[in-house]
């Protein structure tokens, strides 16, 4: 079993910056696909952005050049750095495991953390 602890969430102005973190446990952290989407309030949640254990990166066309998805598999964990933010981007952001799939696709992912908000003021 996988268990993901999301961190990092906060309230910025538009414009700034955060850093969001996702611990992983476990031994196979490496061989998954790890995820992160997004939910904003009363809507469903939608794909950000993803990591495939090879190193290929996926994102949704309205955080692409603003965003960052990265892995660091000796410490278990996957970050999305988040630049040049805007009101838009409100959201409780989860990260989430696949052992494959379709890394845009919810629905590949067996394993979710418990989310972290963020807040951009405008």
């Known amino acids: 079993q996988v268990q993901l602890v999301e961190s990092g969430g906060g309230l910025v102005q538009t414009g700034g910056s955060l850093r969001l973190s996702c611990a992983a446990s476990?031994?196979?952290?490496?061989?998954?696909?790890m995820g992160w989407f997004r939910q904003a309030a009363g809507k469903e949640r939608v794909f950000v952005s993803a990591i495939h254990w090879s190193g290929d990166t996926y994102y949704t066309g309205s955080v692409k050049g603003r965003f960052t998805i990265s892995r660091d598999n000796a410490k278990n964990t996957v970050y999305l750095q988040m630049n040049s933010l805007k009101p838009e981007d409100t959201a409780v952001y989860y990260c989430?495991?696949?052992?494959?799939?379709?890394?845009?696709?919810?629905?590949?992912?067996?394993?979710w953390g418990q989310g972290t908000q963020v807040t951009v003021s405008s």
């Open positions: 476990g031994r196979t952290f490496s061989s998954y696909v």
């Open positions: 989430a495991a696949a052992a494959g799939g379709h890394p845009p696709d919810a629905r590949s992912y067996a394993h």
